[in-house]
């Protein structure tokens, strides 16, 4: 007999243990994988309500939704249809236009040479807005960097040691130089 635990559980055998014969535990040790986290009856409790609730509330709202739709008419209802579908058609537009834009701000900042995993932050709502964005932190960015370069690059003259001192001056005294 095909029930609901059997729909659900299909990995489960006649008895409610794991196909295979061995539990989830000793799967776990013979495979070297971390232990699973427990839980106590009371968070198990806790999460199915959780879930439960959330279900309810959302088999609820289509409830009265398909309520509110058989109340309409004919026109009605196609009225609501399309203006859904409008909606979804405008919500994939805005998705798309963020997929453009943040493939325009990302050939852009590897263009200017800038890391391109700091996209996500740069992204503003327009192509103006982004670009601006990009190009300050652009010279933020190079500024930042050459104030580096020129800090590891302050060094003073090495110093002449003793022996160095004793080596040059015998030079200069042999070639004349004082």
């Known amino acids: 007999m095909n029930t609901w635990r059997d729909r659900m559980f299909p990995m489960l055998d006649a008895e409610g243990a794991a196909a ?12 070297g994988a971390p232990a699973e986290r427990t839980f106590t009856q ?7 309500s959780e ?3 959330r279900a309810q509330e959302k088999w609820t709202r289509d ?8 109340k309409l008419t004919a026109d009605e209802r196609i009225a609501e249809e399309l203006k859904n579908a409008n909606e979804a058609v405008e919500q994939l537009k805005k998705e798309k236009a963020a997929i453009l834009l943040k493939q325009d701000a990302t050939a852009l900042m590897a ?5 391109v995993d700091l996209v996500e932050n740069l992204i503003g709502t327009d192509a103006e807005t982004t670009k601006a964005n990009i190009e300050a932190f652009s010279k933020a960015f190079t500024a930042s960097v050459n104030a580096a370069i020129s800090e590891k690059l302050k060094t003073s003259a090495p110093k002449a040691s003793g022996a160095e001192d004793a080596f040059l001056n015998a030079v200069r005294k042999g070639a004349g130089i004082k």
């Open 111 to 115: 263009q200017q040479g800038l890391p």
């Open 63 to 70: 409830a009265k939704e398909a309520q509110r739709l058989e």
């Open 51 to 53: 879930r439960l609730r």
């Open 20 to 31: 295979g014969g061995t539990s989830d535990s000793e799967a776990g040790r013979e495979t």
């Open 42 to 48: 009371a968070e198990l409790d806790g999460i199915v």
